[in-house]
């Protein structure tokens, strides 16, 4: 059965760093991909960025310098590091996962989401 | 980055009606196109992808169609689980982007 499960802090301090994890099961992250996307308050969603099978990444633009995604495949986790955090980044956080190419280049699978609020 | 326009942002229908909702795309993504269900408190739940396929386990009450920059998710005879939002994505180039959402309200 394939599950993924984000875990992470819950409250941060603006202009601090969040961290946040990934773990997976029913699948290797040496044959998918995982994504990170945010929801802001049941709004539309926002794509962050992907870890692919080889440990390289791809970012979206809109958070490129501050946003680093990396994995340990031993431990089955991926991780999402961002810093300089603003009230504007609180929302609800996941992770998902999609094949490496092809029609299934999609997320089909997600976590059940973590909740981050920035705030002092 | 290509910008995708649902319509309509919320719809109220009733037990047995069909429904369709559409994304409009800034530029030709060749089908690259995939459809999301989202209930209240939950994860998005794929429910098509690459415009017209119907993933594994969803109800074929759920179709898609289009091509280029005009994309449709039909629900066929809206069952009270359809309550909902829906949210179309695009991963033709990135940044991978998402539609606006469908909030779906049973009568």
């Known amino acids: 059965q394939v599950q993924l499960k984000e875990s992470g802090p819950g409250l941060v301090q603006p202009s601090q760093t969040l961290s946040l994890s990934c773990t997976v099961s029913?699948?290797?992250?040496?044959?998918?991909?995982v994504h990170w996307v945010r929801q802001h308050s049941g709004k539309s969603l926002e794509w962050m960025g992907r870890v692919w099978s080889d440990g390289h990444t791809s970012y979206n633009s809109a958070f490129t310098s501050r946003l680093s995604i990396s994995r340990d495949t031993s431990k089955s986790q991926v991780f999402l590091k961002m810093n300089s955090l603003q009230t504007a980044d609180t929302g609800t956080y996941y992770c998902?996962?999609?094949?490496?190419?092809?029609?299934?280049?999609?997320?089909?699978?997600w976590g059940q989401g973590t909740s981050v609020t920035v705030s002092s | 980055d290509i910008q995708l326009t649902q319509s309509p942002a919320s719809l109220s229908a009733s037990l047995g009606e069909t429904v369709s909702i559409e994304c409009l795309v800034s530029?030709?993504?060749?089908?690259?196109l995939a459809w999301y269900q989202q209930k209240s408190g939950k994860s998005p739940q794929l429910l098509i992808y690459a415009a017209r396929r119907l993933q594994d386990g969803v109800p074929s009450r759920f179709s898609g169609s289009g091509s280029g920059t005009r994309y449709s998710l039909k629900i066929s005879g809206l069952q009270p689980e359809d309550e909902a939002g829906y949210f179309c994505l695009q991963k033709h180039k990135y940044p991978w982007t998402f539609g606006g959402g469908t909030k779906l309200e049973l009568k």
């Open positions: 998902a996962r999609s094949f490496l190419s092809g029609y299934w280049n999609v997320m089909d699978a």
């Open positions: 530029e030709d993504i060749s089908n690259d």
């Open positions: 029913g699948f290797s992250l040496s044959s998918y991909s």
